[in-house]
């Protein structure tokens, strides 16, 4: 292979890696040459890909020195169904090596986990040294779901308030960053974004009858809010609260505020030179049966 081809191939796949944002954000429309983004619109959305580019850069470097430091971050993302909080998320561990950065993103309890320490199955997903850990909702849950649909007892709930900031504080204490974020939307807006998944069949996954319900429940939810931002708010392990009506400023926004939160710097790598590929004149390739190709359709 020349030069020249090398180049014009290594270019591909670089354009190839960008164009995951594209086909997350792309309006079919716009395929079809029928787009309705006025010119104004268009130039917001390259500022937009060009900053998450530049900013998914610099959490790769995030990324380097936590591994380099054996720094344990965790953050939780937190906020009403249809938040934005699953589109942050992967948007920062889009570039980012799953076996340094994972998202811990519990199921309901099952009948054994409901006798356990309410913490007890939150604390195996905590990052070792060189990790970063990011909870797609999190022990919060009694704050928030469990206390609006009645799913624990009052006892429960005030326990929880108690023991939260000392076991967040014991986390800290032990060399563990906690970074909160809080999503927040408008009732307006939550709307719109569930009728948007009812509408689309490849978003209806995402509607549960516990969404639904909790649409219904709106204030009792807001209430449930408020309560946990006031008594869990501590010098340790802050609440941030994202305005997340329009999703691409705060994802923006969120990533931005979260590399400000770590005081991480570039690590310097040794030059990395590919190897020359070993010849043996003994070596035979096997021929491939046709029949395990997958069919070239496209």
Not at 68 to 83: K, N, P, S
Not at 223 to 235: G, P
Request: glycine fraction near 4%; charge should be negative.
């Amino acid at each position: 292979m020349n030069t020249t081809d090398k180049q014009r191939r290594f270019h591909a796949d670089i354009i190839d890696s960008y164009d995951e944002e594209f086909e997350m954000e792309v309006d079919d429309r716009f395929l079809d040459g029928e787009s309705t983004f006025s010119e104004e619109e268009r130039q917001l959305r390259k500022t937009y890909f060009r900053e998450l580019f530049r900013l998914q850069g610099e959490l790769v470097k995030l990324q380097d020195w936590v591994v380099h430091t054996g720094h344990r971050l965790v953050v939780i993302f937190e906020g009403r169904d249809a938040a934005g909080k699953g589109g942050a998320i992967k948007r920062i561990t889009q570039r980012l090596n799953p076996r340094v950065c994972r998202v811990a993103a519990l199921p309901a309890p099952n009948n054994r986990e409901r006798t356990q320490w309410y913490f007890q199955r939150y604390v195996s997903h905590l990052p070792a040294a060189g990790e970063i850990v990011l909870f797609d909702r999190s022990w919060y849950n009694r704050a928030g779901v469990e206390r609006v649909m009645n799913f624990c007892t009052d006892a429960e709930y005030e326990e929880f308030f108690r023991s939260v900031p000392e076991f967040e504080k014991m986390l800290v204490r032990s060399g563990v960053q906690i970074i909160k974020y809080w999503f927040s939307i408008t009732d307006d807006e939550q709307e719109v974004r569930f009728e948007a998944r009812i509408e689309d069949p490849l978003k209806q996954w995402k509607l549960s009858p516990m969404d639904l319900e909790s649409r219904r429940r709106w204030e009792a939810y807001t209430a449930a809010k408020e309560v946990m931002l006031q008594r869990t708010h501590i010098a340790e392990a802050p609440w941030w609260v994202v305005q997340a009506v329009d999703k691409k400023r705060a994802r923006l926004n969120c990533i931005h505020h979260l590399l400000s939160q770590v005081p991480y710097h570039e690590v310097e790598h040794q030059q990395i030179e590919l190897p020359d590929r070993v010849f043996n004149p003994d070596y035979l390739r096997q021929p491939v049966p046709d029949e395990m190709y997958v069919p070239e359709i496209y």
